[in-house]
């Protein structure tokens, strides 16, 4: 039997990065670096103004108050977007907008709330150190220097500073593709009338929502029949054309079991027993000549919730680029104590709440009550028969759930 960390290695080492391409730095939300991205202008790419007032050479201001202003004439307006280029005579002032380009001679700013206003002649309120309220060419960013790093998940505000520094296109990972199979006669599509010994088929539901809560694709969604036939056909050109097929069902000892059957009958799948709960039966290889990656889950709805968190999403994080093991966890303390089996990991459905969890609910493998209610994994140790209260577990937050606020 395989300990969870090795067989967590195991499906890691199926994949690697997927090549950089260059998209649109619109269509790059979500998207993992591949490359660092330096700017190509300054930023900001001119002097110019912090606020709305008056541009003037400060040492024509000395010893302006209220009490006793400096009187200048208005020589001009300088409006945000004017590409003239103004000089500013001595002995005068112009009137400027927030971002607007300074005149030459211009080392500061007057904010028009410290002076009357004027528009032929104006009363200056303040006695301005040089620099006051101007924003200097480059003083943000330089041309030529790193904005964003190799291996960063793009946020807004990361697009937003590479168009700034006028990077029209980025070099990303991007973003991997899976098909979802799921398998079954028993199987039926939500709605649908139930006939005896049939289920609604909630895995596949789910996977789907996980995969793309993931940050992923879903390249297609299949169900199987149990029927060899079409199990060979998935093994020679899954649908979709994906980086990664995962599958849930199938999996374990049953007499039916033929995705087992028929992934393993070439050797390029294997099929183990891993030691958590739950999730016992995992497997996982390359699907035919094309060699595509493929992790096979167990059926039982929590058993395939659990096993996506803990082998599927490190899986697509190396796919996207990302770091496998920059997972989220962090560390609970049990509010109440629970039982667990020794000799396995125990993935414990729990709600967290200002650092404390609870088991949300039953836990067996069919629960599905206590998977909705959930919002994280509690980890607990193969070697830890009992979870004491007030003990420390390191958790797992579920894709899709906040962590709630204290």
Not at 159 to 179: F, G, K, Q, S, Y
Not at 335 to 363: H, M, N
Request: hydrophobic share 45%.
């Amino acid at each position: 039997m395989r300990t969870l960390e090795e067989h967590r290695a195991a499906v890691l080492a199926l994949v690697s990065p997927l090549p950089a391409t260059r998209v649109p730095v619109a269509a790059a939300l979500g998207l993992v670096l591949a490359q660092d991205v330096t700017a190509l202008v300054d930023l900001p790419g001119f002097d110019n103004s912090a606020m709305d007032g008056y541009a003037v050479r400060a040492s024509e201001l000395a010893g302006a108050s209220s009490e006793n202003p400096v009187v200048l004439p208005v020589s001009g307006d300088i409006a945000a977007g004017d590409t003239t280029r103004h000089v500013l005579a001595a002995g005068h002032t112009m009137r400027i907008m927030t971002g607007a380009p300074l005149p030459e001679g211009c080392d500061a700013v007057v904010p028009v709330e410290l002076t009357d206003g004027g528009s032929g002649q104006v009363a200056l309120f303040l006695e301005p150190d040089a620099g006051r309220h101007v924003r200097r060419r480059g003083e943000d960013i330089t041309a030529g220097s790193v904005v964003l790093r190799a291996g960063t998940r793009l946020t807004p505000g990361h697009l937003a500073i590479a168009a700034a520094a006028n990077v029209a296109e980025l070099p990303v990972h991007p973003r991997p593709r899976v098909t979802v199979v799921s398998t079954g006669d028993e199987l039926v599509a939500p709605g649908s009338t139930l006939a005896h010994g049939q289920i609604v088929d909630s895995n596949h539901v789910m996977l789907r929502a996980l995969v793309e809560a993931a940050g992923a694709e879903v390249a297609a969604g299949v169900h199987l029949r149990d029927e060899v036939e079409a199990v060979r056909a998935l093994v020679d050109a899954p649908p979709g054309s994906p980086d990664l097929v995962i599958t849930s069902g199938g999996v374990s000892m049953g007499v039916y079991d033929t995705v087992k059957e028929v992934l393993s009958a070439d050797g390029g799948v294997e099929f183990v027993k891993v030691a958590m709960r739950p999730g016992m039966p995992q497997g996982s290889g390359l699907l035919g000549a094309h060699r595509t990656p493929v992790i096979t889950l167990p059926g039982n709805p929590v058993s395939s919730f659990a096993s996506f968190h803990v082998f599927v999403l490190p899986v697509l994080r190396r796919l996207a680029g990302l770091d496998p093991d920059d997972d989220g966890s962090f560390e609970a303390e049990a509010s109440v104590g629970w039982p667990t089996v020794a000799g396995k990991v125990e993935l414990t459905r729990v709600t967290e709440r200002a650092g404390r969890i609870s088991p949300s609910g039953g836990q067996g493998s069919h629960v599905l009550g206590a998977l909705a209610a959930a919002t994280a994994l509690a980890v607990v140790p193969a070697d830890v028969e009992h979870v004491a209260a007030g003990s420390v577990v390191r958790c797992l937050p579920l894709l899709g759930q906040d962590r709630p606020r204290d």
